[in-house]
């Protein structure tokens, strides 16, 4: 058994309810003047670090944090980052005046199909790599950039040796040899596809919007899915109001991503369920359509992640602090809020306990900021704020 004691932290974010009282930031959970005992990958104790038990004294390593921030690892709940290919004219056509639409995803399709095996296994660890430089520990990764059943199946395999949270996304959009033969896709989609794909896939996911799936279609996938075990997420929302979102709360989706154009009786259809409401604001940043309103959803009481989306068409980041930055600033979320979104709320949206808290028994997934206080993610955009990170009790990433 390996252990090792951070102390000296100044400010510990647990996400464990009833630590710390202080208005507005009582879902964190704070401690101050904090030490944690990591044995064996897990959080074995914590607590005010001059009330340390005598064996957490005697840990194998001392790790002195300097009086800053230790935040839970991020959970990000919501990537794709397996494709082949660039999408930047896309990106600059947009800025230039052009809308978003889906159709977009159909060149990425081609230059993921185009791509090796070690070529996308590379730039999929690129990506890891710098989400772990920013302090997310966690990744959920979607396939749905191959839309043939070969490749497909190669695409979760790839995503299921880098995360547990892979998602089967087969129904991203309809692929340019099925054009005008849908129903004959969603064909395939539930069947031979699905078979191929769902032993390396916990989740099945489908783009239930105008130009991709019908809600008629979607329900299909979807039930599909979970007659063979998967766990049902939901795209949905995205361009326009439609029925996806009272879908998702239909099947008890784990999460429902998107959310920009909500009606009334979608904010209090989530409130009133299990479904998770995880908004992408760097899908908003890159295609200029208005931010969806996180104050709307918590003030109703639903549950709200936040998560990178990262993806080359729609938002082309990995880095969270980025976007809790952006919901702060342009979706109505406290700063307490938006962190509490990119930990505990991405946990909640892949219905995971062991991750996205402080507490003992879960993961020791941390990453220590090079400031005093969790408030400097939001107030200090664009800056490099990630000091450490440890993944399963390890330290993997350490700035200088």
Same mark, same amino acid.
């Not at 009330?51 to 959970?75: E, N, Q, R």
């Not at 299921?160 to 949270?165: D, L």
């Not at 063979?228 to 995205?238: D, F, I, K, N, P």
């Not at 969270?320 to 930990?343: K, N, Q, S, Y």
């Given at each position: 058994m390996t252990t090792e004691l951070v102390t000296n932290i100044g400010q510990l974010i647990t996400n464990s309810p009833g630590v710390d009282t202080r208005p507005g930031s009582e879902r964190l959970g704070i401690l101050t003047d904090a030490a944690i005992l990591i044995e064996d990958g897990q959080i074995a104790w914590l607590g005010a670090?001059?009330?340390?038990?005598?064996?957490?004294?005697?840990?194998?390593?001392?790790?002195?944090?300097?009086?800053?921030?230790?935040?839970?690892?991020?959970?990000?709940s919501h990537s794709h980052i397996i494709f082949g290919g660039d999408r930047s004219a896309e990106f600059e056509a947009r800025?230039?005046?052009? @809308?978003?639409?889906? %159709?977009?995803?159909?060149?990425?399709?081609?230059?993921?199909?185009?791509?090796?095996?070690?070529?996308?296994?590379?730039?999929?660890?690129g990506f890891l790599g710098e989400m772990l430089a920013q302090g997310t520990t966690t990744v959920e990764i979607k396939s749905g950039y191959g839309l043939s059943l070969a490749d497909e199946a190669r695409l979760v395999r790839l995503a299921?040796?880098?995360?547990?949270?892979v998602t089967f996304l087969g129904a991203h959009v309809v692929p340019a040899e099925f054009s005008g033969r849908a129903d004959e896709y969603v064909d395939l989609v539930v069947g031979d596809m699905l078979d191929a794909c769902s032993p390396h896939a916990r989740w099945i996911d489908v783009f239930?919007?105008?130009?991709?799936?019908?809600?008629?279609?979607?329900?299909?996938?979807?039930?599909? %899915?979970?007659?063979? %075990?998967? %766990?049902?997420?939901?795209?949905?929302?995205?361009?326009?109001?439609?029925?996806g979102v009272m879908l998702a709360v239909e099947l008890d989706a784990a999460s429902v991503d998107h959310c920009t154009y909500l009606t009334e009786d979608d904010v209090q259809a989530l409130a009133g369920s299990n479904t998770v409401a995880t908004l992408l604001p760097g899908v908003e940043f890159s295609t200029r359509q208005p931010y969806p309103s996180a104050r709307r959803l918590i003030d109703a009481g639903a549950t709200v992640a936040l998560a990178s989306d990262c993806n080359p068409g729609s938002s082309f980041t990995s880095s969270?602090?980025?976007?809790?930055?952006?919901?702060?600033?342009?979706?109505?979320?406290?700063?307490?809020?938006?962190?509490?979104?990119?930990?505990a709320g991405g946990a909640a949206a892949l219905r995971r306990t062991d991750v996205g808290r402080?507490?003992?028994g879960a993961r020791a997934d941390l990453a220590q900021l090079t400031a005093d206080s969790y408030l400097h993610?939001?107030?200090?955009?664009?800056?490099?704020?990630?000091?450490?990170?440890? @993944?399963?009790?390890?330290?993997?990433s350490v700035s200088a």
């Open positions: 670090a001059s009330a340390a038990p005598a064996h957490a004294l005697a840990a194998d390593t001392v790790t002195d944090a300097v009086g800053a921030c230790i935040i839970p690892g991020f959970v990000d800025m230039s005046g052009q @809308k978003y639409s889906a %159709g977009g995803i159909r060149s990425t399709v081609a230059a993921t199909r185009a791509a090796s095996d070690e070529e996308l296994r590379a730039r999929t660890r299921a040796e880098v995360t547990s949270e239930c919007e105008t130009g991709a799936f019908t809600p008629v279609q979607s329900r299909r996938i979807l039930v599909a %899915g979970a007659a063979r %075990g998967l %766990g049902v997420r939901v795209h949905a929302s995205q361009l326009g109001p439609g029925d969270l602090p980025f976007c809790i930055a952006v919901a702060v600033r342009d979706m109505g979320m406290t700063p307490a809020e938006a962190v509490w979104a990119a930990t402080v507490i003992v993610l939001a107030y200090r955009p664009g800056v490099p704020l990630i000091r450490r990170v440890w @993944k399963d009790g390890v330290a993997v």
